[in-house]
T-cell receptor, first 109, second 116 residues
Framework: SQQGEEDPQALSIQEGENATMNCSYK?????LQWYRQNSGRGLVHLIL?????REKHSGRLRVTLDTSKKSSSLLITASRAADTASYFC?????????FGAGTTVTVRA | DTGVSQDPRHKITKRGQNVTFRCDPI?????LYWYRQTLGQGPEFLTY????????KSRLLSDRFSAERPKGSFSTLEIQRTEQGDSAMYLC??????????????FGEGSRLTVL
C-alpha cells in the first residue's frame, strides 16, 4: 500500500504553463525525493531535499518541504511537451524509499 | 551503457509457471532494491540487499517469491507458481551508501510480467 498521498492525481496544462503537484507523508523523514516516470519506463531521479532544507532548485524544478505539515511540493516552470510523465514523491527515514501514488502530468502543445 | 539493466523486459506466462527476473546494478553500487509497480500506482518496496546480504523483505513478498544476490553483484527475483495477481512491473534499483540513510536510487527499465 502507498505510504504517501499525492495531489492532484492528474494534471493537464498548456505548454509554457507551470505545473504544481503536492505530496504528503505520515512519518518523520531523513530526506524526500522526486522521480519522473515516462510511460512503461523506469523511474528517473529528479531532486532530493533533506529534512533540514526548506526549498531547493534544479533547473526548471523547484521543490519545497514543510516537515511540520509533513508535505512537499514540486513546481515545474515553463513546461514542455517532454515533461509529460508521471511524477512520484518518495521519502525515507531508514534504508528504503516509500513512494506515493504519483501525479500524471500531460503537457499540451 | 553503465546503468541498471533488467532482463527480460517483458514476460508472459501461464498461471502456475515459475518466472525469474535478473537485475544487473551499477557496478560500484552496494545496495540493490526490488520494487513492484501495478498500473496507476507508485512502486512498492519488496526487498533490498546490502552487498550480498538480504536485509529486509516486505510482507508483500510471499513464500512464492525469492530473491538472491550472490557475491553482491547481479540479483535474481524468482516467482514460483505464478498467480494472475502477480502481474505487474518489477523494478530493480541500485545505490551506493556508506552509512545508514539512502540517497538517489538508479532504476532499471523494469520487467513487465503478465500472468494469463
Amino acid at each position: 500500500s502507498q505510504q504517501g498521498e499525492e495531489d492532484p492525481q492528474a494534471l493537464s496544462i498548456q505548454e509554457g504553463e507551470n505545473a504544481t503537484m503536492n505530496c504528503s507523508y505520515k512519518t518523520s523523514i531523513n530526506n524526500l525525493q522526486w522521480y519522473r516516470q515516462n510511460s512503461g519506463r523506469g523511474l528517473v531521479h529528479l531532486i532530493l531535499i533533506r529534512s533540514n532544507e526548506r526549498e531547493k532548485h534544479s533547473g526548471r524544478l523547484r521543490v519545497t518541504l514543510d516537515t511540520s505539515k509533513k508535505s512537499s511540493s514540486l513546481l515545474i516552470t515553463a513546461s514542455r511537451a517532454a515533461d509529460t510523465a508521471s511524477y512520484f514523491c518518495a521519502y525515507t527515514n531508514d534504508y528504503k524509499l516509500s513512494f506515493g501514488a504519483g501525479t500524471t502530468v500531460t503537457v499540451r502543445a | 551503457d553503465t546503468g541498471v539493466s533488467q532482463d527480460p523486459r517483458h514476460k508472459i506466462t501461464k498461471r502456475g509457471q515459475n518466472v525469474t527476473f535478473r537485475c544487473d546494478p551499477i557496478s560500484e553500487h552496494n545496495r540493490l532494491y526490488w520494487y513492484r509497480q501495478t498500473l496507476g500506482q507508485g512502486p512498492e518496496f519488496l526487498t533490498y540487499f546490502q552487498n550480498e546480504a538480504q536485509l529486509e523483505k516486505s510482507r508483500l513478498l510471499s513464500d512464492r517469491f525469492s530473491a538472491e544476490r550472490p557475491k553482491g553483484s547481479f540479483s535474481t527475483l524468482e516467482i514460483q507458481r505464478t498467480e494472475q495477481g502477480d502481474s505487474a512491473m518489477y523494478l530493480c534499483a541500485s545505490s551506493f551508501s556508506v552509512s545508514g540513510g539512502i540517497g538517489e536510487l538508479f532504476f532499471g527499465e523494469g520487467s513487465r510480467l503478465t500472468v494469463l
